[in-house]
């Protein structure tokens, strides 16, 4: 592992008077237009960038500042690796099968090329962010569950290469692991390691090795995307209901959209899913690279960039749920294998059935229907009482606010992650999410758009403290959305 893993951060990040923090923004490849079928992946098409409106952004939380230096915070799923499947015109490794048809492997020199890729088709991102930097502001980037690979040195490297900043801008930039402490005031977390479908099992030490490798351990949630979103192109993976659906509601979606562009979709479905729980099963046998020797080097490092004490950082993990790939039989249900392997049990029975039954009398395969349809009632009751928890998670539960409160002794937290905008008091605890900027759309034809542009803004308050407000930014300016303006 690279000797500047452990390299100590240089400038003071420990006071800031105006802090605006955004998150999920996912920004990834840009999808080339389907002539053919115009609605395949339609929300990632450049159409649906807002580059543009990111820059117009920057310029107003600098004029809500008043000329004085903004802290911006980057809080996680900024960049989503697990939707770029471009690959490299001569790669200098070995692409497999599956990395051509779903992505690359979150492996050092995979993953810099998926963020060259991120930034090269989001140019004006990255000019903006450089401008804003450059004219005396900071940017912190926590890291989410789609931006895990945002841990390898040389993913920060390639970001840091096309900001090109100036040599005295340079530590203005700063990559923290799951947390971020503001002012002292306000902690800050993507909010993934409380979701244990997207939970990054060790963020201390994230690695894992293989033969001749290191790669990144990467959570469920990631790998769903990566083996079936990403093969399945009429969902969103950005709005839950466009792809945890009824049996029903599948089956209409499937006709209304789908089977003339990819009548095959059940299969795709079907070998992504077990791609999916066999990569997660031996994920979970995998274990991370550890240097005992090293161990308080890396902590001390991690509450640097943090704003935080060492033992912030090892009481915050414990904080952490266990991952839900500890439960092969749960991940099976969500990925809807149980019902597939009752189905084809059902199946072979009947068919064996049917073969003993022509041995002694000569009836049509026809009659195999009836116990089918005898079975068709007790496995729709089964597929009702299954309810996916994937989309049941919303927030930390109030005693994880309550004791991440007490370990970085802050009144005020601030996650993300879930895409759903927060702002209420629990027990002591100011508890804000920022929500997202994500192409998320609830239909297909991308016309009726979750247009959020949220941000968390806090300023100056009375009696020597911050305020928070929860904002949407709309037409070049922002409004305070109800209920915000809450001091701490």
Not at 51 to 68: K, S
Not at 139 to 168: C, R, S, T
Not at 298 to 310: D, H, L, S
Not at 406 to 425: D, N, P, Q, S
């Amino acid at each position: 592992m690279p000797t500047s893993f452990f390299a100590h951060p240089k400038s003071d990040f420990k006071s800031a008077q105006y802090t605006a923090i955004i998150s999920d923004l996912h920004l990834t490849e840009a999808e080339p237009v389907n002539l053919r079928f115009p609605l395949w992946k339609k929300f990632k098409t450049r159409q649906f960038f807002y580059d543009d409106v990111f820059e117009t952004f920057l310029r107003h939380i600098e004029e809500r500042a008043q000329g004085n230096p903004v802290e911006l915070v980057l809080n996680g799923d900024i960049f989503d690796f697990d939707s770029v499947l471009n690959m490299p015109e001569e790669p200098v490794f070995r692409v497999s099968w599956l990395e051509k048809h779903r992505g690359l492997y979150p492996r050092a020199e995979r993953s810099r090329h998926k963020i060259e890729v991120i930034l090269r088709d989001h140019m004006p991102f990255v000019r903006s962010l450089r401008d804003f930097i450059v004219r005396g502001n900071r940017a912190v980037f926590v890291i989410g569950n789609h931006d895990l690979e945002l841990h390898f040195l040389e993913v920060q490297d390639e970001i840091m290469k096309h900001l090109n900043l100036p040599d005295d801008k340079r530590e203005e930039v700063r990559f923290v692991e799951w947390f971020y402490i503001s002012n002292q005031d306000t902690l800050i977390e993507h909010g993934n390691q409380y979701d244990p479908y997207c939970m990054c099992e060790d963020p201390v030490n994230p690695f894992v090795r293989g033969y001749n490798y290191i790669a990144l351990k990467l959570p469920f949630g990631n790998l769903a995307c990566r083996y079936i979103s990403n093969g399945m192109g009429f969902f969103n993976p950005h709005v839950d209901s466009n792809y945890i659906m009824t049996l029903k509601e599948y089956i209409l979606f499937f006709f209304k959209y789908i089977w003339r562009a990819q009548p095959g979709l059940v299969f795709t479905w079907f070998w992504g899913s077990v791609a999916t729980l066999i990569h997660s099963f031996f994920d979970r046998l995998s274990a991370p690279i550890r240097n005992p020797l090293k161990i308080e080097d890396r902590i001390q490092v991690i509450a640097e960039k943090a704003n935080a004490e060492p033992r912030m950082v090892r009481e915050l993990k414990e904080l952490f749920v266990a991952p839900a790939a500890s439960e092969p039989m749960l991940l099976a249900r969500e990925l809807w294998l149980d019902r597939a392997f009752i189905v084809f049990i059902a199946f072979f029975l009947i068919f064996e059935l049917m073969v003993f039954v022509r041995s002694v009398y000569e009836i049509s395969f026809f009659w195999a229907f009836i116990p089918l349809f005898m079975l068709l009632p007790f496995f729709l009751f089964y597929s009702k009482s299954v309810t996916s928890l994937v989309s049941s998670y919303k927030e930390p539960d109030d005693r994880v606010l309550a004791m991440s409160s007490a370990i970085t002794k802050v009144k005020r937290i601030v996650y993300g992650h879930t895409h759903h905008t927060r702002h209420e008091i629990i027990g002591s605890v100011e508890h804000l999410n920022s929500g997202c900027w994500s192409p998320a759309f609830l239909d297909v034809e991308c016309t009726k758009p979750l247009d959020q542009k949220t941000f968390v803004w806090i300023s100056p308050g009375e009696h020597n403290s911050r305020q928070a407000e929860l904002c949407k930014f709309v037409d070049g300016t922002s409004e305070v959305m109800l209920g915000s303006n809450r001091g701490a």
